[in-house]
């Protein structure tokens, strides 16, 4: 069994990487070729209106990797907190961050300190305001019942371990907060040949 344990831990680890890597890579050049839809293109194909992403710096747009729009189903009010699980180069922050206005706060969370200051140096282009903490989604920096929403855009599917991370965001959600969540759900078990390769679990 504790050899199950740390193979497990192993693959974990070498995700994780990965997924560093990749999404990082995608901020760094999001030219270059990928074999997912990313930038302007996937979010406009996820229904993000045009006029929302020239709100938003050209580096941020550029660098989204989403699955979706949370935006659509979010419903966000002046005044809120909202967390942006896994906010990446900025994006969804942002856009979060025109909505909730002066009176309200975002918070970003990455497990990349490099996508972390993108992210606020992103929203300080555009006079938004976001804090971003560095953290794994399995453990968040927030404090109970202190949240109101709770956006994610492609990155529960990333963690081994789901169960926590929906556990983290029930405990940070204040009574009657909000989760809108785009995901990838697979209808049946993958197989462990795409289980054990980072690249296809991390995108």
Known sequence: MQDVAESQAALEGVLKDEILRMYQEIADDPSADFHFYHGREAAELFGYEAQALDSVPDGAVASFAGVGNPHLRANIQHGETVLDLGSGAGMDAILAAHEVGPNGSVIGIDM?????????????????????????????????????????????????????????LYRIAKPGGRLSITDIVSGKQLSQNIVNDPKLWAS
């Open 112 to 168: 990349n300190p490099v996508m972390c200051r993108k992210a606020e140096e992103h929203a300080e282009e555009v006079g938004a305001t976001i804090e971003c903490r560095q953290a794994p989604m399995e453990t968040l920096p927030v404090n109970d019942n202190s949240v109101d929403l709770v956006i994610s855009n492609g990155v529960i599917n990333l963690s081994f371990r789901k169960r926590r991370v929906i556990e983290e």
